[in-house]
């Protein structure tokens, strides 16, 4: 019997790379890297509950309102940078579609999502709502999170999927982890031990980047770099290794694509950052701070500063996340 009663509610976050190199150009077109992930508190909400008909029914849209994420970018709401597909072409979809094929589930799904995670940022935000699309999924139907076929589901949706999974085909998901080394496509997963008091200041230019578009334009280097420093770095607690070692080869095709990320980044230093880079494929930069205080000292210094920049931009002050994310089950009145 579907209990359509039962509603597991999510708070997927975000991810900012620390390292990103580029290995080898594979023959489908795609790379494999070597990058070092970490999650962090900046999320979107998604409440997931079964329905008796089958499919997926995905309600989403920008929060707290279209109308106000629009007003904090500068932009209209009619913008079509705030455009979310809800067809199957939404990762949520495709992640529920097919634990639904899996698993051999009756009904379907009723989602909301509102999203507070830029689209086309290199943050993750797609992905991750995927990820715990999934992960409340195996709640409502009785599926251990750490269950292989969650992550070879998630490998199959997208490259950063399994990573907000907080487990990989030889590491059980234990609630520690809030960083992890990816290689191959980046769906190869070593989660790191010790959790880094990571801090962070987060600018969104209101730019949205196509990852495809900025790989296009990528080489790799002859000799490509080792993530390995980064990663002791981490694992050691040495903050001023950490901030030496920060590194993305994608850098330099973003910002071709998309001018205002020299802007930030020199804005960045202007205001005191002590190192700072691109996430991703970009368009979100951050810079690393030592506390907390040190990063809302940065956030509002770079919100007071004159920038022609900051009309259309977010900034925000981050901190590391937990992987996986929690989700909460409770009961609510039927729903006809």
């Known amino acids: 019997m579907i209990d359509v009663q039962r509603i597991a509610t999510v708070n997927p976050p975000?991810?900012?790379?620390?390292?990103?190199?580029?290995?080898?150009?594979?023959k489908d077109g795609y790379h494999d890297i070597d990058t070092v992930m970490v999650a962090i508190d900046w999320c979107d909400h998604l409440t997931v509950r079964r329905t008796r008909d089958p499919g997926v029914l995905l309600k989403c849209d920008w929060?707290?309102?279209?109308?106000?994420?629009?007003?904090?970018?500068?932009?209209?709401?009619?913008?079509?940078?705030?455009?979310?597909?809800?067809?199957?072409?939404?990762?949520?979809?495709?992640?529920?579609?097919?634990?639904?094929?899996?698993?051999?589930?009756?009904?379907?799904?009723?989602?909301?999502?509102?999203?507070?995670?830029?689209?086309?940022?290199?943050?993750?935000?797609?992905s991750s709502d995927a990820a715990s699309a999934l992960l409340a999924a195996a709640r409502l139907c009785d599926v251990p999170e750490n269950h292989q076929a969650?992550?070879?589901?998630?490998s199959a949706i997208g490259s950063d999927v399994p990573f907000f999974l907080g487990c990989s085909s030889d590491q059980p998901s234990n609630r520690s982890a809030t960083a992890a080394k990816a290689t191959g496509t980046g769906t190869d997963l070593e989660f790191l031990r010790n959790r880094f008091p990571f801090h962070a200041v987060v600018v969104f230019p209101g730019i949205n980047l196509s990852t495809a578009k900025v790989y296009a334009q990528s080489s790799v280097p002859p000799i490509p770099l080792s993530s390995g420093a980064i990663v002791d770095a981490w694992?050691?607690?040495?903050?001023?290794?950490?901030?030496?070692?920060?590194?993305?080869?994608?850098?330099?095709?973003?910002?071709?694509?998309?001018?205002?990320?020299?802007?930030?980044?020199?804005?960045?230093?202007?205001?005191?950052?002590?190192t700072c880079q691109l996430t991703g494929s970009g368009s979100a930069c951050f810079a690393l701070c030592q506390t907390k205080g040190d990063a809302e000292a940065l956030e509002s210094t770079i919100r007071s500063s004159e920038n022609a920049w900051l009309e259309n931009a977010i900034v925000r002050t981050v901190a590391a996340a937990q992987l996986p994310p929690r989700v909460s089950i409770q009961t609510i009145p039927e729903i006809d």
């Open 14 to 26: 975000a991810k900012l790379n620390l390292f990103l190199e580029l290995v080898a150009r594979r």
């Open 63 to 126: 929060a707290p309102s279209r109308a106000e994420y629009a007003a904090s970018l500068g932009i209209s709401s009619s913008d079509p940078l705030l455009d979310i597909p809800t067809d199957d072409s939404n990762l949520v979809c495709k992640a529920l579609n097919a634990f639904a094929d899996h698993f051999d589930i009756e009904g379907g799904f009723a989602c909301t999502l509102d999203k507070y995670v830029p689209a086309g940022a290199g943050m993750g935000g797609a």
């Open 150 to 154: 969650l992550v070879s589901i998630a």
């Open 235 to 274: 694992t050691s607690l040495d903050f001023q290794e950490l901030s030496k070692q920060l590194m993305n080869r994608l850098s330099d095709p973003a910002r071709k694509l998309a001018p205002q990320i020299d802007e930030i980044l020199e804005s960045m230093w202007r205001n005191g950052a002590i």
